[in-house]
């Protein structure tokens, strides 16, 4: 919000800025005695270190601006101050004109302190925004001067009435983010020049007042994230200066007004997350620059004018990313009712050469794709998924050769899969799943370098998969479940990592001794298929392994026994046997115990000159994609990780001499030392020879630090992160980085992940103490993290990557991996995989972008998680999408929280339903609704 503001604040106040700043430069008298006994008293109630008050003129004190010999403005944000008698005390200087208290914890009710203020003569601006204001708002006599009144961000409630009657040359006011109620206030003082109105975020309801016509000079009218019901009402047309209007996050509906379009100066106009319905008035964007409509009930034709606006550009935060370049249309729906039912009109889309992003996702469209999209040739990304298309895939779309996501799921689309598909090779996510689609899987798919994600699954593919699938070296996922494949399953991808899916398909004989190599996978699905003979022992060895899924098949002899963390489906095979009790695993560790040092010291030595060690990497990896390919029978002894380079980081003593690399680079070469596995990482125990233990962390995706070619820059941001200091966050102690891997060290206290306490333990219950604790712990971590000069963003924020310490204790891992996988920085490949499904903001589809935004909605996940007991996605279905509906009905509170604890007392039951509100704000499906972590945490503690 306050960046809206800041654009005509900037040039409202402008003057006095200029006033304030250059006048104290050309007279530097003192101001007078009672003045400077005022600021003295005033100064031994703020921190020594802000006011140097050994220089005996205030003057030149930081945050106090003089105009002549008089003391005129006093900006005191952040510093911490509580008292609430610092107003009054300030509002003895009589010549001040600006005042700026914010981002304090300035409590109590303001109706005392503001009497003192009111008789100054000259006071222009008054800002206690971000303070701890609670109760009404006060009323306001005196002011004679006042232009801006700041008091966002506080707990100010009650309804608004005569309150600000008094105010005579008032030009901004700002009252968002507090817990106002009743009307939109229409009494807003005696000026008619009021420009900048902000209301949003409180419990404002009713209809936009028409009698807001007293202030036809507004410049920016803010209203969003309220309760407004009703239409925008036609009387705004009379608003002839109005540039922004922000109705976003309302129950308001009616049509957009087709008036919207004959105001020239309004240039921003976000009216997402309403139930507005309707057409789309034509030439919306003769003026506009930044629209958006998304999340309402709009209907009919999309007006071609908003295909191929003359002005629109997007607000990075809002919308995409801000390159004025590119502009995207988003449309898509979330619930059956919001949709659009007719297709644009096809002549019209072939005239957008230039439009980048064309999402229509979740409508009704019907009819073909037009043949004319072939001349869109800008586009990035295509997303039709969820829709009634039918027809055949156009051969044109080989045109798209921009195209880096291609989402045409969930229609009903007919015949081959067009083999020109294979021309456009920045195509990343190719999802043409649950169709009609028929004949082979073009094999020219597999020559697509920078192909991640393919899903043709639920179609009536057949044939067999094409043998040049082990080609396509960045592909992650492989989803072929739900066709009529057969024949042979050739080699796959070492690449693969998230998923192969070949179930509900005509496999048969045996399962394929290839599979070995998918060292990186995650989720084998083999189910509903033919095969028959014994499950092979190389599945145990696939270490990265958590879901195998096998039943329904002709499978004989024994189930081989898994690792705990590999789930395995087995049933529907008459033949196959539960496995054998566990044999101790003791023997095979004492024996492989011995081999290693000798090797590791030699390695260890050629730790130094950076330059060979980038060079040394490169071949290693090269090496290893093209002639490692028939090793996977060698010796796991001959695995042991070649250190490269590594450093301690920790400045403690103990630790500096406990951390052994050549110890902890055997240890985690056995399995058997694993203690947890994130999506992104695996940890293992690593004893040292002091008796000390380690938490040991591979990076199952250090590669992509070496293909970043930043192997240097990698060391350098551990050796940041580990300067850090806060008890929320897992810092590293120490790293080694190996051929293919980096291991991170970190002291070994943990007891498990959150996910696995919220969701599998049923001997440590979490109650709510603990939950509430846990939310705190991590938002406050989080908080620093984000408050860093250099912000630290995290790609993958899911209860799997919130360790515990103890049930009360939350620390945050994976904090580097924005600095490995930076999504921004790096190709398409990468970045459609930041992030757990469930925990990935719904901006990022388009943005691509990791944001500070982004991580508050995971963290809201995290949040409701800890309310529900319910994990982030059950049955398909996102938990913070089943609570926004669910959050709808009456009475929803007692559906959505974990009945387990809210039942238990009242105290606790409020206190859940606190916290709901929090979580539910941080996962807005707008990003700029979304709270910073620093204010979560305020609203946390307020909750206690
Ligand atoms: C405070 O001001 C005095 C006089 O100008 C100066 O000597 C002193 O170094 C200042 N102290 C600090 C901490 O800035
Ligand atoms: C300043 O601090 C003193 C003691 O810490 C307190 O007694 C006094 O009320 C404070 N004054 C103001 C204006 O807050
Ligand atoms: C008021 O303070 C807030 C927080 O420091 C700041 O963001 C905002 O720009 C200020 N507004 C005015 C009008 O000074
Ligand atoms: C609006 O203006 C009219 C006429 O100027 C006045 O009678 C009325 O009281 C004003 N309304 C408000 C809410 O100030
Ligand atoms: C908003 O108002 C509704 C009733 O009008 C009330 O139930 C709810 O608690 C209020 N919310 C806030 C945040 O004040």
Not at 628 to 640: C, K, P, S, T
Request: proline residues 6%; aromatic residues 6%.
């Amino acid at each position: 919000m306050s960046r809206y503001a800041h654009m005509a604040f900037s040039s409202s106040f402008f003057f006095i800025i200029f006033i304030s700043f250059i006048i104290p430069l050309a007279f530097s008298q003192l101001p007078p005695q009672n003045q400077i006994d005022i600021i003295k008293t005033i100064s031994k109630n703020i921190s020594s270190s802000s006011w140097n008050t050994t220089d005996q003129n205030p003057c030149s004190w930081k945050g106090v601006k003089c105009t002549g010999n008089s003391i005129t403005g006093i900006f005191l944000s952040k510093l911490g101050i509580s008292s609430t008698g610092i107003l009054t005390d300030l509002c003895k200087i009589d010549s001040l004109e600006s005042v700026d208290v914010s981002n304090n914890q300035i409590s109590g009710t303001p109706d005392g302190f503001l009497n003192d203020c009111g008789k100054l003569k000259g006071l222009k601006v008054l800002n206690i925004s971000m303070n701890r204001l609670t109760g009404p708002l006060p009323t306001f006599s005196g002011f004679p001067v006042l232009e801006s009144l700041v008091l966002s961000y506080n707990s100010l409630s009650g309804v608004i009435d005569f309150q600000l009657d008094g105010l005579v040359a008032l030009k901004n006011l700002d009252l968002s983010k507090n817990s106002f109620r009743g009307s939109v206030p229409t009494r807003l003082g005696k000026n008619p020049g009021l420009q900048q109105l902000q209301l949003s975020n409180n419990n404002f309801s009713g209809s936009i007042p028409v009698n807001l016509m007293n202030y036809t000079n507004l410049i920016l009218l803010d209203l969003s994230v309220n309760k407004l019901s009703g239409s925008i009402p036609t009387t705004l047309e009379n608003f002839a200066n109005l540039q922004t209007l922000i109705l976003s996050s309302n129950n308001l509906d009616g049509e957009i007004p087709q008036f919207l379009s004959r105001m020239p100066n309004l240039s921003r106009f976000s009216a997402n997350l309403n139930r507005f319905n309707g057409a789309i008035p034509p030439g919306l964007t003769q003026y506009l620059k930044i629209l958006d409509l998304s999340y309402n009930r709009l209907a009919g034709l999309i007006p071609v004018d908003l295909l191929s606006p003359p002005n629109l550009q997007f607000d990075e935060q809002s919308i995409g990313r801000g390159d004025p370049n590119k502009y995207f249309l988003k449309l898509a729906s979330t619930a059956p009712e919001q949709e659009f039912a007719q297709w644009v009109d096809p002549s019209s889309i072939g005239k957008l050469p230039d439009l980048t992003y064309l999402e229509l996702d979740g409508n009704k469209l019907t009819g073909n794709i037009p043949l004319e999209l072939e001349n869109c040739v800008k586009l990035t990304l295509l997303n039709l998924a969820s829709n009634l298309l039918q027809g055949p895939l156009p051969k044109g779309l080989g045109k798209l050769l921009q195209l880096v996501v291609l989402k045409l799921s969930g229609n009903k689309f007919t015949g081959e899969i067009p083999s020109e598909i294979s021309r456009l090779t920045s195509l990343s996510t190719i999802d043409l799943s649950s169709n009609s689609l028929t004949g082979n899987i073009p094999s020219g798919i597999t020559s697509l370098g920078r192909l991640s994600i393919l899903n043709l699954g639920g179609n009536y593919l057949n044939g067999s998969i094409p043998a040049s699938i082990n080609s396509s070296i960045s592909l992650l996922e492989l989803q072929l479940g739900r066709n009529m494949l057969g024949g042979d399953i050739p080699r796959m991808p070492r690449s693969l990592q998230i998923a192969l899916n070949l179930s509900n398909n005509h496999f048969s004989g045996p399962i394929p001794s290839t599979l070995s190599s998918l060292t990186s996978l995650e989720v084998l699905d083999l189910s509903n298929n033919q095969f028959t003979g014994e499950v092979p022992a190389f599945l145990v060895q696939l270490e990265s392994l958590t879901r195998l899924l096998l039943s329904n098949n002709n499978l004989s002899g024994t189930l081989p026994r898994f690792d705990t963390w590999t789930t395995v489906e087995s049933d529907g095979n008459n033949d196959l046997k539960a496995p054998t009790p566990n044999p101790s695993p003791s023997p095979t560790i004492v024996s492989r115990r011995k081999r290693s040092p000798a090797i590791l010291v030699t390695i260890v030595a050629v730790v130094g000159a950076v330059l060979a060690v980038v060079i040394v990497a490169v071949v290693l990896i090269v090496s290893r994609r093209f002639y490692r390919v028939d090793d996977e029978n060698q010796g796991l002894e001959e695995n042991l990780p070649q250190v490269i380079d590594g450093h301690l980081i920790t400045t403690d003593s103990i630790h500096k001499s406990s951390i052994d690399f050549t110890r902890a680079m055997e240890a985690v070469s056995y399995p058997l030392n694993v203690i947890m596995k994130s999506r992104f990482s695996t940890y293992y125990k690593a004893l040292m020879p002091s008796g000390m233990s380690y938490c040991v962390k591979k990076l199952n995706w250090s590669d992509k630090i070496f293909q970043l070619g930043s192997h240097e820059k990698f060391g350098q941001e551990l050796q940041i992160l580990g300067r850090l200091n806060n008890s929320r966050v897992m810092i590293p102690l120490a790293y080694v980085l190996t051929a293919d891997n980096a291991y991170l060290f970190y002291e070994h206290a943990h007891m498990g992940t959150l996910f696995d306490f919220l969701h599998k333990s049923s001997d440590h219950s979490l109650d709510w103490t603990c939950r509430y604790s846990i939310a705190l712990g991590v938002a406050q971590g989080l908080s620093f993290l984000h408050g860093c000069s250099d912000p630290i963003l995290l790609l993958d924020l899911s209860t799997k990557t919130i360790l515990l310490k103890s049930l009360t204790e939350p620390q945050i891992a994976d904090i580097e991996l924005c600095k490995v996988i930076d999504p921004s920085k790096s190709t398409g490949s990468l970045s459609t995989v930041a992030g757990s499904v469930g925990y990935i903001h719904p901006e990022y589809a388009y943005t691509m972008r990791v944001t500070t935004a982004g991580n508050v909605y995971s963290f809201g996940v995290v949040l409701l998680e800890l309310l529900t007991g319910k994990p982030a996605v059950s049955a398909g279905t996102e938990l913070a999408k089943w609570v926004s509906s669910k959050s709808a009905q009456e009475d929803a509170w007692e559906q959505i929280l974990d009945s387990s604890l809210s039942n238990t007392s009242v105290p606790v039951r409020s206190q859940m339903l606190s916290v709901l509100k929090i979580a539910q704000v941080c996962v807005s499906v707008s990003p700029e609704a979304r709270p910073k972590m620093k204010n979560v945490v305020r609203m946390l503690l307020n909750a206690r």
